[in-house]
């Protein structure tokens, strides 16, 4: 399915109906273009109903470098084992009450690191989009954040856009051609291949 954003957002408002909470998962490998359709979409979805929709991005849920690093998992940041799970679980059920404005928090990419309260989600935004990598993953802890969503969205790209997008990603970071080549094919792929193994079936696959 390959909707244009416009009508993606005309169909979640459609699904979410009068609910005061319609939390969507918007899912895909590393490189698939989830911070950038997430953020079309929500603006989408705002201009079609101001204040209607805001983004709650799984990055802010990586662990600091202080935590990872003496497990030895920095050189894997990024990977499933390097992410609050639970707080990210926590604020899902927070959200889900919708009785409240919820802080939850976001990733700087330049400082490569997560900003505690970086954004709060109001009671007025009746669509949430959570959008990241793992959110449906089929291995426990993740598989604990399914009765949490609404409406679940797989993004599929083809392994060798994903693969351009992400030593392109690298580079613009300041990488050369060789450390954005091996990073991209050492770490973000492999991530990239579990997440297109691993994944349940989503409500729907966005081509």
């Known amino acids: 399915m390959t909707p244009d954003i416009s009508t993606m957002a005309t169909r979640l408002r459609q699904a979410a109906g009068e609910r005061q909470r319609f939390i969507v998962a918007l899912a895909g490998p590393p490189g698939a273009g ?19 929709a805001e983004i ?7 662990f600091d470098n202080a935590v990872i690093e003496p497990q030895g998992l920095l050189p894997v940041k990024g990977a499933p084992e390097t992410f609050d799970v639970d707080g990210l679980l926590r604020d899902l059920a927070r ?7 919820v ?6 990419r330049p400082l490569d690191l997560a900003r505690a309260g970086g954004r709060i989600i109001q009671t007025s935004h009746r669509i949430v989009l959570v959008e990241g990598n793992y959110l ?12 949490l969503f609404d409406m679940t969205i797989f993004i599929d790209v083809p392994e060798d856009v994903i693969e351009e997008r992400l030593i392109q990603r690298w580079l613009d970071m300041g990488q050369d051609r060789e450390g954005a080549e091996e ?15 691993h994944s349940v079936a989503p409500d729907m696959i966005w081509r």
């Not at 959200?95 to 404005?101: G, M, S, T, V």
């Not at 089929?138 to 399914?146: E, I, Q, S």
């Not at 990073?183 to 193994?197: E, T």
């Open 34 to 52: 989830k911070s950038f359709l997430s953020t079309a979409l929500c603006q989408a979805l705002n201009e079609q109903e101001m204040g209607i």
């Open 56 to 62: 709650v991005p799984m990055d802010g849920y990586h």
């Open 95 to 101: 959200l889900r009450a919708a009785d409240r404005n």
């Open 103 to 108: 802080a939850v928090p976001i990733f700087d």
């Open 136 to 147: 449906l993953l089929d291995k426990p802890p993740w598989t604990g954040l399914a009765p």
């Open 183 to 197: 990073r991209a094919r050492f770490k973000d792929m492999i991530n990239m291949q579990l997440v297109n193994a």
